[in-house]
């Protein structure tokens, strides 16, 4: 059972650290006023997109927000497995 819900979570942190990290590429394409995501060729209309810094972008808030719901889900693990460890070691 606990092999279940660790796979539902890491489901769950894959799609949300995605879901984020494509609103965070959005947001930066869109409010681009320096023209860093862009190269722009003749006017400030066509943009042909720079995909090195986007990808940048993309990655580093992946992994903040993968990074953000793994520790908590590792330290509640950590707790959970030292707490049977010292009821299976403890005789009252």
């Known amino acids: 059972m606990a092999r279940c819900w660790k796979a539902l979570y ?6 949300v650290a995605i879901g984020v990290a494509s609103l965070m590429v959005y947001v930066a394409l869109d409010h681009n006023p320096q023209g860093e995501f862009c190269a722009y060729a003749d006017d400030m209309t066509s943009c042909r997109v720079r995909w ?3 990808a940048l972008v993309f990655g580093l808030w992946f992994a903040v927000v993968a990074l953000a719901m793994t520790v ?12 049977g460890w010292i009821k299976a070691r403890v005789k009252c």
């Open 10 to 15: 890491t489901a769950l942190t894959l799609v």
């Open 72 to 83: 908590p889900a590792m330290v509640v693990d950590l707790i959970v497995r030292a707490v």
């Open 52 to 54: 090195g810094p986007v």
